[in-house]
T-cell receptor
Framework: DAKTTQPPSMDCAEGRAANLPCNHS???????VYWYRQIHSQGPQYIIH???NNETNEMASLIITEDRKSSTLILPHATLRDTAVYYC?????????FGAGTRLTVKP | DGGITQSPKYLFRKEGQNVTLSCEQN?????MYWYRQDPGQGLRLIYY???????QKGDIAEGYSVSREKKESFPLTVTSAQKNPTAFYLC?????????????FGPGTRLTVL
């Protein structure tokens, strides 16, 4: 059972910011939040992860609420190549518990 | 060219045959993992290994076997005991680092059993 809840699908206009929400209300204090994405028929690609603080890298930003019960992945300027399934994961021991994710479609 | 390689990309087998999927990494990662993905679903853990000559079962290990004779290699055998082997198989590897062991995935092998 995944410990996260994500909307099944979202659309975003090309060039706009894509904000993907994730709820993880049962997260423990030492569990990290990870984000991956998977383009059709490829292996998942690591995007970003965080514990308490907001994080930013060359791909995206991760905003974690103060109570850590939810987070948002932000793709600042979405392109057509960002169309993929995005997985929010709370790491459980040695297992990345991938749920069904959010299918993001970036439209021209 | 560093990374994780899986071969072949597509594999077809007849029902009742064992088949071995290859996974190699040159990232010097300690841990390696095998996942299965069915259409429209997330990933499910089959086996993982944190050190050479040792491995642990995941959630769906029945019908599968693995070996870890070298740090770089973690082959998965899908045996005839696996009732529904047709799926997309993904291998991953990671450094073991106190709770932040980010897993990096290979391109996957799509197995079809006819």
């Amino acid at each position: 059972d995944a410990k996260t809840t994500q909307p099944p699908s979202m659309d975003c206009a090309e060039g706009r910011a894509a904000n993907l929400p994730c709820n993880h209300s049962t997260i423990s204090g030492n569990e990290y939040v990870y984000w991956y994405r998977q383009i059709h028929s490829q292996g998942p690609q690591y995007i970003i992860h965080g514990l308490k603080n907001n994080e930013t890298n060359e791909m995206a930003s991760l905003i974690i609420t103060e109570d850590r019960k939810s987070s948002t992945l932000i793709l600042p300027h979405a392109t057509l190549r960002d169309t993929a399934v995005y997985y929010c994961i709370v790491r459980v021991e040695n297992d990345m518990r991938f749920g069904a994710g959010t299918r993001l479609t970036v439209k021209p | 060219d560093g990374g994780i390689t899986q071969s072949p990309k597509y594999l077809f087998r007849k029902e009742g045959q064992n088949v071995t999927l290859s996974c190699e990494q040159n990232l010097n990662h300690d841990a390696m993992y095998w996942y299965r993905q069915d259409p429209g679903q997330g990933l499910r853990l089959i086996y993982y290994s944190q050190i050479v000559n040792d491995f642990q079962k995941g959630d769906i290990a029945e019908g599968y076997s693995v070996s870890r004779e070298k740090k770089e290699s973690f082959p998965l055998t899908v045996t005839s005991a696996q009732k529904n082997p047709t799926a997309f198989y993904l291998c991953a590897s990671s450094i073991i680092d106190r709770g932040t062991d980010t897993q990096y995935f290979g391109p996957g092998t799509r197995l079809t059993v006819l």
